[in-house]
């Protein structure tokens, strides 16, 4: 089993920045992929970002149009979202999950593990 605990959301004005921290324990061996997605109230949850295991590949929705960007540091076993020019509309919880698996995929039904969520709210 692998949890994931996210971190560093927050209130923030339009146009300024977050960075979104996601620390795996557990069986981090399991591991693998790690994506972001998030959820706006009265909306499902999408596709934000995804990371292979080796962080050599990344993957964004359209959405984020270069304002985004995730990493990841396997010695301390953690995600990162770095979020920047934020709108209103990127108001959120935001969610990183992992699966056992080196590839990305951007299907939230391929991801094994989740954490609890961290709300973003961006201000106008």
């Known amino acids: 089993q692998v949890h994931l605990v996210e971190s560093g959301g927050g209130l923030v004005q339009a146009g300024g920045s977050v960075r979104l921290s996601c620390a795996a324990s557990?069986?981090?061996?399991?591991?693998?992929?790690m994506g972001w997605f998030r959820q706006a109230p009265g909306k499902e949850r999408e596709f934000v970002a995804a990371?292979?295991?080796?962080?050599?590949?990344?993957r964004y929705a359209d959405f984020v149009n270069g304002r985004f960007a995730i990493s990841r540091d396997n010695a301390k076993n953690t995600a990162y979202l770095q979020m920047n020019s934020l709108k209103p509309e990127d108001t959120a919880v935001y969610y990183c999950?992992?699966?056992?698996?080196?590839?990305?995929?951007?299907?939230?039904?391929?991801?094994?593990?989740w954490g609890q969520g961290t709300q973003v709210t961006v201000s106008s």
């Open positions: 999950a992992s699966r056992p698996r080196l590839a990305l995929s951007l299907s939230q039904d391929e991801y094994d593990y």
């Open positions: 557990g069986r981090t061996s399991s591991s693998g992929a």
């Open positions: 990371i292979t295991w080796s962080g050599g590949t990344t």
